[in-house]
């Protein structure tokens, strides 16, 4: 078999590096725009059964992506930002008739990328959309703990995200698109319009080390895609916080005095982008955070009725965001690769995967894994 990784940043080091691992691959080629990025990685990795080299790939050039993509068993891709690359990318997977999966956060290029399925039915092949840890991990746990109660009735999943563990300057734009002002989310069986950072104020505890923090509603795909599959939920949100929680009081005062807007600027003969230099600016200001842990929590409590009882199911992990969500996608593009998924079509990962299934692949690396998953109990309430 031959697997395409497009994106050599750090989540598709992460990525790469699990696939080459756990995988049955006979080859995987790693394409990045920044080639000799991917030929310095490549040569770090060290495999008997898998040829891994790397090649130079420009996604936005859909010809010669397709062309590229057509010779594959399965293609992942952790390009980002996803509101610019996710359904570009999507559609030469489907163009090339190639399944595929990526790692997509945006929820308006999910809502986008959704629309494809008839298309992808009609080319035989199966994409999953936004398989990282949120969404990814938080949509399957969701499935699982539906799967746990007799009536699903509310999904409620929050994210702790540390200062230094915030990715890279495209990771942070898309914390400007899709985690700045006006957001959807899914409140008494209907999608509502909420402000980002600022409405939903709630305290969650967290795994250890990190204890409680406020969260607030953030724009995200889980929201969108979960009442799609799991048909009885009247509630979805997710809701994050960072630490420390300053790194949220400078990304809303940036969006509040214009730069989120990608409207260039002229800067001493140069073109800018207001959200470029505020992803810059956070990017620099949030890495230089000293004793705060470089990494994250999420927790997803699905709640509803048990025996006849109110009843909630909790699930708890931490983690560097960066490895969960390779090792998430690379597990996807295994079983997409084995057959193991069979609907064709375009997927929330909620849609085509078995929660426990995917579970039991990730457990297979807990004793290497970054991240750490815990299962609560069943709670009478």
């Known amino acids: ?62 010809k010669k992506l397709v062309d590229l993509m057509s010779g594959f068993d399965i293609a992942l891709s952790c390009v980002g930002p996803f509101y610019k690359f996710a359904l570009p990318v999507v559609k030469a997977a489907i163009e090339a008739k190639v399944n595929f999966v990526d790692i997509c956060d945006d929820y308006d290029s999910t809502l986008k990328v959704l629309e494809l399925d008839e298309t992808a039915k009609d080319a035989g092949i ?21 799967e746990m109660l007799d009536e ?14 915030l990715g890279g300057v495209a990771e942070i734009a898309h914390r400007f698109h899709s985690m700045y002002g006006e957001v959807p989310t899914f409140q008494n069986g209907k999608y509502v319009k909420v402000r980002a950072f600022v409405d939903g104020k709630e305290t969650v505890e967290f795994s250890k080390p990190f204890g409680k923090f406020e969260v607030f509603h953030i724009g995200h795909p889980e929201p969108l895609t979960i009442p799609r599959y799991i048909k009885k939920v009247k509630h979805v949100d997710t809701k994050c916080a960072f630490n420390p929680p300053k790194i949220k009081d400078l990304i809303l005062s940036l ?38 842990p470089k990494m994250g929590a999420v927790r ?56 426990q299934e995917f579970i039991a692949e990730f457990m297979k690396r807990q004793p290497e894994a970054p991240v750490e998953m815990t299962e609560c109990t069943t709670t009478i309430l």
Request: net charge positive; aromatic share 4%; hydrophobic share 40%.
């Open 255 to 292: 969006g509040d005095h214009g730069f989120a807007s990608e409207e260039p600027l002229n800067v001493r003969g140069l073109a800018v982008t207001p959200l470029e230099f505020a992803a810059s600016l956070v990017y620099k200001v949030s890495s230089k955070i000293r004793n705060v």
């Open 152 to 165: 699903p009735e509310e999904v409620h999943i929050s994210i702790l995200m540390g200062a230094p563990d």
């Open 126 to 146: 199966t994409v999953i959309s936004g398989l990282g840890v949120s969404p990814g991990a938080t949509n399957i746990l969701a499935r699982a703990g539906a």
């Open 300 to 355: 997803v409590e699905v709640r509803g009725i048990k025996s006849g009882n109110k009843a909630s199911i909790a699930f708890a992990s931490t983690g560097r965001m960066n490895e969960g969500t390779g090792v998430q996608v690379s597990i996807g593009a295994q079983m997409l690769a084995k057959g193991k998924i069979k609907e064709k079509g375009v997927f929330a990962p909620e849609g085509c995967i078995d929660a």
């Open 1 to 62: 078999m031959r697997a395409l990784a497009l994106g050599c940043g750090e989540m598709g080091k992460v990525a790469i590096t699990d696939l080459i691992k756990y995988g049955e691959f006979d080859e995987v080629i790693v394409g990045d725009i920044d080639v000799k990025k991917a030929e310095k990685f490549v040569k770090k990795l060290k495999s008997e059964r898998t040829i891994v080299s790397a090649k130079f790939v420009d996604v936005t050039d859909k």
